[in-house]
């Protein structure tokens, strides 16, 4: 195995070259390669060396291949620390992105150059870590407690503008990594400038109001998290401490916060999600081109496409049913776009010319006839869609692929509207479709390979999360929901309160609970979603009445300011409504149903057991491939805490003897819905779990 990391002599200047692609990631190899790099120096002639990478980026981070595996000496504290301990200055020179180790390792450097957009980061929390080689103790010293736990908990990637303002970087830079270095080099060796290191600073004083108000915040945006606060509390305590100490302090914490459950299921998280598109399927299988995509229908859901395809490069063209839809989705665009100025996502220069060059809104459904992709995204009703693909079908090119951007419907039948079913596939989109990562990518009983892989390349390409699903009601995500909505239904029709129901839901992590999230989204679509589904229904399915009575009275939620809560000035994300309690007490009595208490444990354990068992359903059925799948689907499309990994991972947490125990106790008195899956049930005689499906 070649040496990824190269020592090289230039007259007075050593330089020390990482080249371990494709992201220089800190292996055992690279670690090994900068202690024996530094040993170098010391015995050398040089005077300064400077630390650069090869290929596109400086340290991106860990070697994800090393995961879950004992590491090997030396450790990366370790490899910083013979860095830092120089007696002749060492300068780092940073492009691409410093992240995590990588970024300890700059930190490590006497000084540091940043190439014009590169950035540095800390995302350990991301996987439910600490920063484990210094970062919460080096670089307080440098910028402050306040200012460095910003960056560390909240994962953020910062520019090399905002470094430099914060200290972080000495010297920008617009050459590349060996001549910004070499030039640095030289202004060390003309101005003499010293050994800096930063284990020998001071913490400057911490403002204890600041430091509350980001307690505070961090708080608020990573509730039932613990790595946060606790890699807050780390810096604090450090700072009173010699280095030496503050290190031993930080090692043992990054070392318990690797041993918790939330770091196993943030790393479950991680991995599931680089795995979704990997399928055997689509090996070796070419996707085909997209560069131009048609969108019809310029709602919130259809202008939030045309929107992501925007900001992502995408020619886009824009289809409404006539001139005044045709203005109003085009002023819809603009303003999203305007929105994304104003975040600092998109300049103002860059918004224009995307209005002006990239998008076309008309009512001509002929100006589709170029389009490499055209997603629909009309109304939720199985006829206006059918209507839809068949004029696509008269005006799409061959190879187009077209798309249905439905959360139920058919894509089979839809399909069956085309001469060309092999081109048809769903992508279900979710709102806002500029924000949300999730894409579902709904395989129909004919798309081909080629239209598959297009639907991942097309996900690739607007950033998203690509989850592979099958045809049935509602997909994966939206038929798992029904599921475990209904159980939530049922509690309450047994006794609980909804609003016991979405405060046990909020404890144990979901950002809000289903009858919060139903007043969000509207009574109304649910009270259609009942509709839709009613001719279904089967004899003894027990479902509650409720919704449609709210429905009824004009309780549609947040837009009407009554749902299940009440939203008004006096509290605008919504309380309680006391007459909501009272139609379903009248609903209960009408059924002739006693109700009864129940504990918040029990609504947790029921809500997942329903989730769990309807998630084994849909991979026992080939709806997902995997359990991976099911839980990449809830935690990002359906607000699942990340720090339990998903459902399904969960599920293997607490133990499948257990959510099978749940679902047969609650079958006594309900054996028409709570009926385990074969799969579930399959496993725990087997003694497996889950993730030995993955």
């Given at each position: 195995m070649t040496n990824p990391v190269r020592y090289e002599s230039h007259g007075e200047i050593a330089v020390i070259r990482i080249d371990n692609p494709p992201v220089n990631a800190s292996s055992y190899a690279v670690r090994a390669g900068l202690v024996a790099a530094a040993e170098a120096f010391a015995k050398g002639p040089e005077k300064v060396a400077v630390l650069m990478a090869e290929g596109r980026t400086f340290i991106a981070g860990a070697d994800i291949t090393e995961f879950g595996k004992t590491p090997k000496e030396p450790y990366l504290p370790d490899a910083i620390m013979a860095l830092e301990s120089q007696e002749k200055p060492v300068v780092c020179v940073i492009h691409g992105t410093a992240l995590g180790g990588g970024f300890e390792v700059a930190l490590g450097c006497h000084y540091r150059v940043m190439l014009r957009g590169a950035k540095v980061g800390l995302p350990e929390v991301n996987l439910g870590l600490i920063p484990g080689a210094g970062g919460t103790q080096r670089l307080p010293r440098l910028v402050g407690i306040v200012s460095a736990a910003d960056i560390f908990t909240s994962a953020r990637q910062v520019s090399a503008e905002d470094?430099?303002?914060?200290?972080?970087?000495?010297?920008?830079?617009?050459?590349?990594?060996?001549?910004?270095?070499?030039?640095?080099?030289?202004?060390?060796?003309?101005?003499?400038?010293?050994?800096?290191?930063?284990?020998?600073?001071?913490?400057?004083?911490?403002?204890?109001?600041?430091l509350a108000a980001l307690k505070k915040k961090v708080a608020r945006a990573n509730p039932g998290h613990i790595c946060h606060l606790r890699a807050i509390d780390v810096a604090v305590a450090g700072a009173d401490k010699p280095f030496d100490e503050a290190m031993l302090m930080e090692r043992g914490?990054?070392?318990?916060?690797?041993?918790?459950?939330?770091?196993?299921?943030?790393?479950?998280?991680?991995?599931?999600?680089?795995?979704?598109?990997?399928?055997?399927?689509?090996?070796?299988?070419?996707?085909?081109?997209?560069?131009?995509?048609?969108?019809?229908?310029?709602?919130?859901?259809?202008?939030?496409?045309?929107?992501?395809?925007?900001?992502?490069?995408?020619?886009?063209?824009?289809?409404?049913?006539?001139?005044?839809?045709?203005?109003?989705?085009?002023?819809g665009i603009a303003r999203t776009l305007a929105d994304s100025v104003k975040r600092g996502k998109l300049s103002a220069g860059g918004r224009d010319q995307l209005l002006a060059d990239k998008l076309v809104t008309t009512d001509d459904y002929e100006a589709l006839s170029t389009a490499d992709v055209i997603i629909e995204a009309v109304f939720e009703s199985m006829d206006v869609k059918k209507a839809v693909f068949t004029k696509l079908d008269a005006v799409a090119k061959p190879g187009a692929v077209l798309a249905s951007n439905t959360s139920y419907l058919d894509v089979d039948e839809i399909a069956a509207m085309t001469s060309r079913p092999q081109d048809v596939i769903g992508l279900h989109f979710f709102s806002p479709a500029h924000v949300m990562r999730l894409l579902e990518i709904v395989v129909a009983a004919k798309t081909s390979p080629e239209v598959v892989a297009t639907g991942f390349a097309l996900a690739k390409a607007l950033k998203k999360v690509p989850v592979r699903a099958g045809v049935c009601d509602g997909f994966i995500g939206n038929r798992i929901l029904k599921t475990y909505r209904t159980a939530a239904d049922i509690m309450v029709l047994e006794g609980a309160s909804p609003f016991q129901v979405d405060k046990a839901l909020v404890d144990f992590g979901f950002a809000m609970g289903p009858y919060a999230v139903a007043d969000l989204a509207g009574i109304d679509i649910g009270y259609l979603t009942r509709k839709r589904l009613l001719p279904t229904r089967q004899k003894g399915e027990r479902w509650g009445d409720w919704g449609d009575k709210l429905y009824e009275l004009g309780r549609l939620g947040r837009k009407t300011g009554h749902g299940h809560y009440i939203y008004d000035d006096a509290s605008p994300k919504g309380r309680p409504d006391p007459e909501v309690e009272e139609i379903i007490a009248a609903e209960r009595k009408a059924k002739g149903i006693n109700a009864r208490d129940f504990t918040d444990e029990e609504i947790v354990e029921r809500y997942m057991a329903a989730m769990i068992n309807e998630g084994a359903k849909v991979v026992s059925e080939g709806i997902a491939l995997r359990p991976l799948d099911v839980d990449v689907t809830k935690l990002y499309g359906y607000g699942f805490p990340r720090f339990r990994g998903g459902p399904m991972h969960y599920a293997d947490h607490i133990g499948l003897a257990n959510v099978l125990a749940t679902i047969e106790a609650a079958a006594k008195d309900d054996a028409f819905f709570w009926q385990p899956a074969d799969l579930l049930k399959t496993l725990v005689a087997e003694g497996r779990d889950f993730n030995s499906l993955n």
């Open positions: 470094a430099f303002a914060l200290g972080i970087a000495d010297e920008l830079s617009n050459a590349d990594p060996f001549e910004a270095g070499m030039a640095f080099a030289r202004k060390v060796l003309a101005e003499g400038l010293p050994v800096r290191r930063l284990s020998e600073m001071s913490v400057p004083p911490t403002d204890a109001d600041s914490v990054f070392l318990e916060m690797m041993a918790t459950p939330q770091r196993k299921a943030m790393i479950h998280a991680f991995f599931s999600e680089r795995k979704t598109a990997q399928l055997p399927e689509l090996k070796g299988v070419t996707p085909r081109s997209i560069r131009h995509v048609g969108v019809i229908g310029g709602g919130t859901m259809g202008g939030g496409i045309a929107v992501s395809c925007l900001l992502n490069g995408l020619q886009v063209t824009l289809i409404e049913r006539d001139g005044e839809a045709v203005e109003k989705a085009h002023t």
